[in-house]
């Protein structure tokens, strides 16, 4: 069976933070933390650009990510991409919070809008390596530098052999990974693993990682996400930036739930945006599943989180049909974000996705609505008033709805945060 499947391994060793679909390998006892992991995948036909970025920050003096490649990649296939450029097309397409204030209700309306939103081995070492590897069923099919990166193929006949070769070179597996990876190499995987060297970059004892990029083709659309259930002790998050010429991608063999969007909520959320995201995100997708935070033609923005990424920065993140176009905002590529979340016991099959010719825009979008705080001397102000009770009152159900927050606890933020009129 032909099988595509790529995708990173990277779990947290020394906690429970977001993570990619494999699991991070860190030499000895190396402290590695991944906060903020993010695959940008470009699909046109059968042709696949990915771009994997992670936070990595520790004094591991060595690092790797293990991928079940479908075959072996060339050093062509393989490169490095700006980690600002990985970062712009996350503020692209974050979900965002924008402020409306209301205008003076004696004077004529006027409305604004913001957005707040290693050495090198000797020839005899690295002989008797591959003679060890092979001894235990593992093949170096080929090695070569990538930027900070030194890059191994690697093909097995089973799994224990890897994990022991791993292991033999002073690579940290978790407990139960062989499990994992006999799946890959019984579908005719070849892994794929990248270590960073730090002789060649900064010594630092806190580090950036490059984002890693590498290109192949295939009729699967798919991401493998077993591996990174293997020393999870709780859920795991994955976020998908998905570049195609079509419309919104989509799961195939999971539901693809939209976040709650266009939401009207009260204005002390602006202080606590991100647990108010992280609670209704769990409200939302559960123990487990899919949702998408964002869909949009790349040419445009409304309201705008960062600009619209330029051809140049779209061409090195894999789009390659931009043809004749230089400047400007780029036309045909469509951007959707999805977001994951799984554990060890849910999603037991990888990631299928499917292109669609579905272009309607969508984004996660939180509105709050700024009272008047102005003095109002006019027949009109009382109703304002009125209705303004009326509906930050609304405001606060609908919190409580969407997070789970408790009225209480609204009410008390609110009281702390809003004009006594309008209580």
């Not at 790349?298 to 705008?304: E, G, I, Q, R, V």
């Not at 009770?389 to 409580?400: F, K, S, T, V, W």
Request: aromatic content about 10%; overall charge positive.
């Amino acid at each position: 069976m032909r099988l595509f499947a790529i995708l990173i391994a990277f779990v947290a060793v020394a906690n429970s933070a977001n993570a990619f679909c494999g699991f991070y390998v860190a030499k000895a006892d190396g402290e590695l933390f991944n906060e903020a992991s993010k695959v940008i995948f470009v699909r046109d036909g059968r042709k696949s650009t990915i771009t994997m970025s992670s936070d990595y920050r520790g004094p591991a003096k060595d690092f790797a990510m293990i991928v079940p490649t479908p075959k072996v990649l060339k050093r062509e296939q393989v490169k490095t991409v700006s980690t600002k450029t990985v970062n712009h097309l996350d503020a692209y397409t974050a979900p965002r919070l924008v402020e409306y204030f209301d205008n003076d209700p004696c004077r004529p309306p006027i409305v604004l809008e913001t957005v707040l939103s290693s050495a090198p081995m000797k020839k005899g070492a690295a002989a008797k390596r591959k003679a060890g590897a092979r001894a235990l069923g593992v093949t170096i099919k080929a090695e070569y530098a990538v930027g900070i990166y030194d890059i191994s193929i690697l093909a097995a006949k089973q799994s224990n052999g890897l994990v022991t070769f791993l292991r033999q070179e002073n690579y940290k597996i978790p407990d139960g990974a062989e499990p994992a990876l006999d799946h890959y190499i019984k579908n005719g995987m070849k892994f794929f693993v990248a270590r960073v060297n730090l002789i060649r970059h900064a010594k630092s004892k806190y580090i950036e990682l490059e984002p890693l990029q590498i290109k192949f083709k295939s009729s699967k659309f798919m991401l493998p996400i077993q591996l990174g259930k293997v020393n999870s002790a709780g859920t795991q998050d994955m976020l998908m930036l998905a570049l195609t010429r079509t419309g919104q991608v989509e799961t195939k063999n999971y539901a693809t739930k939209k976040i709650p969007s266009n939401v009207n909520i009260p204005s002390f959320v602006e202080s606590e945006f991100a647990n108010f995201y992280k609670s209704m995100f769990a409200k939302s997708v559960g123990k487990s599943g899919i949702v998408m935070e964002y869909a949009w033609d790349m040419a445009w923005c409304d309201p705008c989180a960062a600009d619209p990424l330029s051809v140049a920065q779209l061409q090195e993140l894999g789009v390659d049909w931009l043809k004749g176009q230089t400047k400007g905002p780029a036309r045909d590529v469509f951007v959707t974000r999805l977001h994951a979340r799984y554990s060890k016991d849910t999603m037991q099959q990888d990631l299928e996705f499917k292109e669609t010719k579905n272009r309607a825009n969508f984004q996660g979008r939180y509105v709050m609505n700024q009272p008047f705080t102005g003095a109002m001397n006019c027949p009109m102000a009382k109703d304002y008033i009125t209705r303004k009770r009326r509906d930050i009152q609304h405001e606060a159900q609908m919190l409580a709805d969407i997070t789970g927050w408790s009225m209480g606890s609204i009410n008390k933020k609110i009281a702390q945060s809003v004009p006594r009129k309008f209580r």
